[in-house]
């Protein structure tokens, strides 16, 4: 979170009583959470923007002749994954795309240096690890990238070994539920016992597909609008309401 994000919710008004009665009678069967990686974990383009990232992937293409592969809607588009998808549309397994893939993942490694910890996110996760719910990955980020992130912040154990990311089958990149599935037959989870955390409506679709129970994370108004546009019915601002609730929860169960 950058400082505008934490002040932001730290100034949020105090979630009713029903708000966390509903989000406790959520989370308390979930015995498998799969966190959405850049957004519920983190902002991992935070010291670049992403869009930025997005314009110079579009020039990479310009300088090599190819800018005409996305229409004029594409080019605008501040998210690098969407140019990513659209060139893989065009010329699926090629080797521009692995190339262009290769490029993005040199751009999330660099990113790591600088991304910034979701508010509140760090707690949870250890939380929800000592009460033996068990955890993973599930994101269109590259695993390489997400694996260093979490080392870095010491949280690696409590995913290990279900990170599951971008592959070089691109068409596998959410909404499509192929990390999502990988995930849960990975962890021989109960579809109906697991919790996917997302913040973009792609999370909320790949979720809905894989039969999944869906929070959002919505740390600004327009993730929320377009959450709820795409169907999405719990959405919390903040992880600091996800994170008390968990705890309360671990409480009563203690001896």
């Known amino acids: 979170m950058t400082s505008d994000s934490t002040r932001s919710e730290a100034t949020q008004p105090e979630p009713s009583v029903d708000e966390t009665e509903l989000l406790r009678k959520m989370v308390t069967p979930v015995h498998f959470v799969l966190f959405d990686f850049d957004g519920p974990i983190c902002r991992l383009f935070a010291g670049r923007p992403a869009a930025a ?50 490029w993005l993942t040199r751009q999330e490694l660099a990113a790591v240096a600088t991304a910034m910890p979701t508010a509140y996110v760090d707690p949870l996760i250890r939380t929800w690890t000592a009460l033996g719910v068990r955890l993973a990955v599930t994101t269109n980020n590259a695993p390489c990238a997400v694996g260093s992130y979490l080392e870095k912040r010491g949280t690696l154990d409590c995913f290990a070994p279900h990170i599951y990311g971008r592959t070089q089958d691109l ?81 009563t169960k203690a001896p």
């Open 53 to 102: 990232v997005a314009r110079d992937l579009v020039q990479w293409l310009k300088e090599r002749g190819l800018r005409g592969l996305l229409t004029a809607e594409e080019k605008k588009q501040p998210d690098p994954y969407v140019v990513l998808r659209a060139v893989d549309r065009r010329h699926p397994r090629s080797d521009l795309v692995v190339e262009l893939e290769q």
């Open 171 to 251: 068409s596998r990149l959410k909404p499509d539920p192929y990390c999502v599935e990988r995930a849960l037959h990975a962890m021989g989870a109960e579809r109906g016992a697991a919790l996917m955390i997302g913040d973009a409506p792609s999370d909320y679709v790949a979720a809905k597909r894989a039969g999944v129970h869906f929070l959002g994370y919505a740390r600004n108004e327009n993730k929320a609008k377009l959450l709820r546009e795409a169907g999405a019915e719990h959405l919390v601002d903040s992880l600091e309401q996800l994170s008390r609730v968990v705890y309360a929860i671990g409480r």
